[in-house]
């Protein structure tokens, strides 16, 4: 019955003109996404822009060092990389679809500058989930501070980029970032079962 109820109140969070709740995302999202500069903007989206070729290089390099270094360990987890950024792809689409969370340049026009690209819907942040998906990845498969705190740092950035242009609320971040985490961890121990 608990989870019956966080799912509702998730979801009327979700619905800006039913939930005065809503306002926090919004204000939050407002400070983030001043005017148009067009130094910054063009950054923002060179982070933005990163997020897939990252992603999906991530998987492969460290199949490569695991095919070099003769690596078991390293192969399975570049599979488990590989795993993690296909099922944080495909349920970050699942519920976009199913949630038809609006855009906030959609909703806010008067409020919010869109200065990056979005697709149809919200929530949750694909391009967050997948940074997520991977830093966490690179985490499990090489788990020293030197790999972790670049590799969280650069999804943080990630998140930040698609608030700056105005493509996603704050909550979507959420959303991606529970996403891409999960896709990971469950795919790592999917692994460490199947080696079993």
Not at 57 to 72: E, N, R, S, Y
Not at 81 to 87: I, N, T, V
Not at 137 to 146: D, G
Request: hydrophobic share 45%; with cysteine; proline share 7%.
């Amino acid at each position: 019955m608990r989870a019956w109820f966080c799912l509702f109140v998730i979801l009327r969070i979700l619905q800006p003109e039913l939930l005065p709740g809503q306002n926090l995302d919004i204000r939050w999202l407002d400070r983030v996404n001043s005017p148009a500069n067009p130094r910054w903007d063009k950054a923002w989206q060179g982070v933005s822009n990163s997020m897939a070729p990252v992603s999906l290089v991530t998987p492969l390099a460290l199949f490569t060092v695991g095919k070099i270094q003769h690596d078991p360990a390293l192969l399975s987890r570049s599979y488990e990389a590989g795993a993690s950024f296909l099922l944080s792809t495909t349920l970050t689409m699942a519920l976009k679809v199913s949630i038809r969370r609006p855009r906030p340049f959609v909703t806010y026009p008067d409020r919010i500058t869109r200065k990056g690209h979005g697709g149809s819907f919200s929530f949750p942040s694909g391009h967050t989930a997948a940074a997520f998906s991977t830093a966490t990845s690179l985490s499990l498969a090489y788990p020293k501070w030197y790999v972790i705190a670049p590799s969280y740092l650069y999804a943080g950035a990630v998140a930040w980029s698609r608030m700056y242009l105005g493509v996603h609320y704050p909550s979507d971040l959420l959303g991606g970032i529970l996403v891409g985490v999960g896709s990971s961890l469950l795919a790592f121990q999917v692994g460490k079962w199947i080696r079993r």
